[in-house]
């Protein structure tokens, strides 16, 4: 069994439901985990040790730089995670009803640091200000 979520179901099964507070179609394929924390941020590397899979999914909340701020924080001890791109999605092919979109984001580690963590990409997915 592969869990392969379209972007589409991530955005309306999963992230929806999360945000909500609904029931989740299945809690054993998502991890929550703080991927931006001050203590153990590399604690997530663990489960790619654990498994045989090249892409596992997270919940983790983000956190702003400051207070009434609109910068998201994205840093650990150790590096940033760097935006990349920002892509919509939409629930139809039309592209008239948008759902959501996807953000990608490369791991750069702090200058100075022996880079043995290897190449990390990111997708942060959030929902569109409809579905909020």
Same mark, same amino acid.
């Given at each position: !069994?592969? !869990? /392969?979520?379209?972007?589409?179901?991530?955005?309306?099964?999963? @992230?929806?439901?999360?945000?909500?507070?609904?029931?989740?179609?299945?809690?054993?394929?998502?991890?929550?985990?703080? @991927?931006?924390?001050?203590?153990?941020?590399?604690?997530?590397?663990?489960?790619?040790?654990?498994?045989?899979?090249?892409?596992?999914? !997270?919940?983790?909340?983000?956190?702003?730089?400051?207070?009434?701020? *609109? /910068?998201?924080?994205? *840093?650990?001890?150790?590096?940033?995670?760097?935006?990349?791109?920002?892509?919509?999605?939409?629930?139809?092919?039309?592209?008239?009803?948008?759902?959501?979109?996807?953000?990608?984001?490369?791991? #750069?580690?702090?200058?100075? @640091?022996?880079?043995?963590?290897? /190449?990390?990409? #990111?997708?942060? !997915?959030?929902?569109?200000?409809? @579905?909020?």
């Amino acid at each position: !069994f592969r !869990f /392969r979520p379209t972007h589409v179901e991530i955005i309306e099964h999963y @992230l929806y439901n999360k945000v909500h507070g609904l029931p989740l179609s299945s809690n054993d394929v998502l991890i929550e985990c703080d @991927l931006y924390g001050e203590k153990d941020s590399w604690s997530w590397r663990k489960y790619f040790k654990d498994c045989d899979e090249s892409s596992l999914y !997270f919940f983790t909340k983000l956190k702003k730089v400051t207070t009434n701020g *609109s /910068r998201i924080q994205r *840093s650990t001890p150790y590096g940033t995670w760097k935006l990349n791109n920002d892509k919509p999605i939409y629930r139809d092919k039309a592209k008239k009803n948008q759902i959501g979109s996807m953000r990608s984001l490369t791991y #750069m580690p702090h200058k100075g @640091l022996k880079s043995t963590i290897g /190449r990390w990409v #990111m997708h942060e !997915f959030r929902l569109a200000g409809s @579905l909020l």
